[in-house]
């Protein structure tokens, strides 16, 4: 993962101090130092007065720390990481080059807040008492932060051709908004571990969906990939017959979902949500709000796949 994050960090350098790329370096230790030299030569004053280069430590500290926090679920962990991603968030916005990570950071720092603003369930009904239990909890949390927030800058160039691509398709193109949770409708949104594209395929999944990933990548193409991500909501959809279930294996996998389902005797989202990881359990409700915020459709009105 360091790999990446300094190689995005010295071509932002070199892109700012007019220099050549470099060809990629090995792996491990030598590439850091080559991140560090770089950074040292050719960063200008006003980013060395902003921003120190980071230590390995700090870096990999960082990225994996972030990461299990994401995957496990415990949403105040989560939120306990809202003063460093905001500091990291600062960081990468100063570096050119590197507005690509900078986005998918900013989006992870969406959900690290609304974790901070989720109070502690409940304590546990009476036994025999009736259990009320919305269909997508934090749906709620997720209306009130969102109703209010512009459409991203692109929206207008790019939703109309999301849209149709999700309908060719047959899948609501209402859902086409799920780009906005993903990418912040960035075609060359990355993420650390190796996902891109307004809807962060990883190359796994983009070759099964038939996109390439090399030359050019198809992940940064609109109309492919949204056709792609439209395909693979049908076939989510198909297995777990409704759309919480089919965006939660979208964002975690389809095999923990399945899993999960089968350990708990659940049938739909929220049965599985405290398991599910803090990422998950907070994306499925914002995707649903933000299809809500930008059309009008609630979950209940979604349609199923069409043909």
Request: no cysteine; aromatic share 8%; charged share 20%.
């Amino acid at each position: 993962m360091r790999a990446r994050w300094i190689m995005g960090l010295a071509s932002g350098v070199l892109a700012a101090a007019g220099e050549p790329p470099v060809p990629p370096p090995p792996a491990g230790d030598e590439l850091y130092r080559l991140g560090q030299q770089l950074f040292n030569q050719y960063a200008p004053p006003e980013v060395k007065q902003q921003y120190a280069f980071p230590t390995a430590e700090q870096w990999d500290g960082f990225a994996s720390r972030l990461q299990a926090a994401l995957e496990n679920n415990s949403l105040p962990d989560l939120a306990a990481f809202e003063g460093e991603a905001r500091a990291a968030l600062a960081a990468a916005r100063i570096l050119p080059g590197y507005e690509d990570y900078a986005d998918w950071l900013a989006l992870r720092l969406d959900e690290i807040e609304a974790a901070g603003q989720i109070r502690p369930a409940p304590a546990p009904a009476p036994r025999g008492a009736p259990v009320l239990s919305p269909a997508v909890p934090l749906y709620n949390l997720w209306i009130a932060r969102v109703r209010s927030r512009p459409a991203p800058a692109g929206a207008a160039a790019l939703m109309p051709r999301l849209r149709s691509a999700f309908s060719a398709e047959g899948i609501p193109p209402e859902l086409a908004w799920l780009a906005e949770a993903e990418s912040d409708l960035n075609p060359a949104a990355r993420s650390p571990a190796g996902a891109r594209g307004l809807f962060q395929l990883m190359p796994d999944t983009a070759h099964r969906l038939g996109l390439g990933t090399w030359l050019p990548d198809e992940r940064g193409d609109p109309e492919k990939s949204a056709r792609a991500a439209a395909r693979y909501l049908r076939t989510l959809y198909a297995r777990f017959g409704s759309w919480p279930l089919a965006l939660a294996a979208y964002n975690a996998g389809e095999g923990r979902v399945a899993r999960l389902l089968a350990s708990r005797g659940a049938s739909d989202f929220s049965g599985i949500a405290p398991a599910l990881p803090s990422e998950t359990r907070l994306y499925v409700p914002k995707v649903l709000a933000l299809v809500d915020v930008r059309t009008g459709v609630t979950p209940a009105q979604l349609r199923p796949p069409r043909g």
